[in-house]
């Protein structure tokens, strides 16, 4: 049977790990809190498109409006602003700069950064009322027979927000703000196979604010951590070693 003695020191280093272990959740494990969707956006035809483009490791974005033909944006129509589905609203699509020159890897292609806009009012090519501009990079882009996605999230990526419309800068808590989005792109032509190339595609998406679950520890935090491991670590040790002596003492 184990004297007080002997469980001491036990106690003492189980100390140390649970401070470490502690401090390495810390570091490693994301808070939890909830995302909250800032708005919902569709396509309502097949007939304008995005487009992807591909040269070498290079693969573009384009959004392309068919009336007219010289069109930068195409028209969409806006679902969901923050958790209450609203009456369609017209509004355009656009894609600015939206590219990447990172090799591919199976049906996945990271690296892509850019800008989204969704602007109301029949502005097109990214003027008038601004309801969403998404400036992003990180982005990942999925191909994979005739459905894929582009999307981008925090913390690897850097999504921000901005917006002149008062409905989304309520959602948003001011004008700007981070978050994620999600793009699904159906009916993609030509259907695609791994590695994927050029196509041209529909789109609809889900933009949101950023998830504390996603959060990164502050650097105040992590430095807390750091300074707590090594400080708990030697009490653990200081915490054995007289004991153990007085110990071995009285039992000589």
């Known amino acids: 049977m184990r004297s007080a003695t002997n469980r001491v020191p036990v106690l003492a280093r189980l100390l140390s790990c649970t401070l470490v272990l502690g401090c390495a959740a810390l570091l490693g494990l994301p808070t939890s809190a909830s995302a909250g969707t800032i708005l919902v956006f569709g396509q ?66 990271g690296g892509f950064s850019g800008e989204i806009i969704i602007s109301q009012y029949s502005a097109e090519n990214g003027f008038g009322v601004i309801a969403l501009d998404t400036k992003f990079s990180g982005g990942t882009l999925k191909a994979d027979g005739a459905s894929g996605s582009l999307a981008a999230s925090v913390p690897l990526n850097t999504v921000n927000f901005t917006t002149q ?59 807390m951590a750091l300074w707590a491991v090594p400080l708990w670590a030697v009490l653990g040790m200081l915490g054995y070693r007289p004991l153990r002596h007085r110990y071995k003492s009285s039992k000589a």
Not at 57 to 75: F, K, N, Y
Not at 93 to 99: A, I, L, R, S, W
Not at 178 to 188: D, E, M, Q, T
Not at 202 to 221: K, L, M, W
């Open 165 to 223: 419309d008062p409905s989304v800068e309520a959602v948003l808590g001011g004008t700007t703000g981070v978050g994620a989005f999600a793009l699904s792109f159906a009916g993609i032509t030509p259907s695609q196979s791994v590695p994927f190339a050029g196509f041209t595609t529909q789109n609809s998406g889900v933009f949101s604010t950023v998830s504390a679950a996603h959060v990164i520890p502050e650097p105040a935090s992590i430095a």
């Open 44 to 109: 309502t035809d097949n007939t304008n498109f995005v487009q992807a483009a591909f040269s070498g490791d290079t693969a573009t974005l384009t959004t392309h409006g068919v009336t007219p033909t010289t069109s930068i944006s195409i028209p969409v129509v806006i679902t969901q602003i923050g958790n209450v589905p609203v009456s369609p609203a017209a509004a355009f699509e656009t894609f600015v700069g939206v590219t990447s020159s990172t090799p591919q890897t199976g049906d996945l292609k």
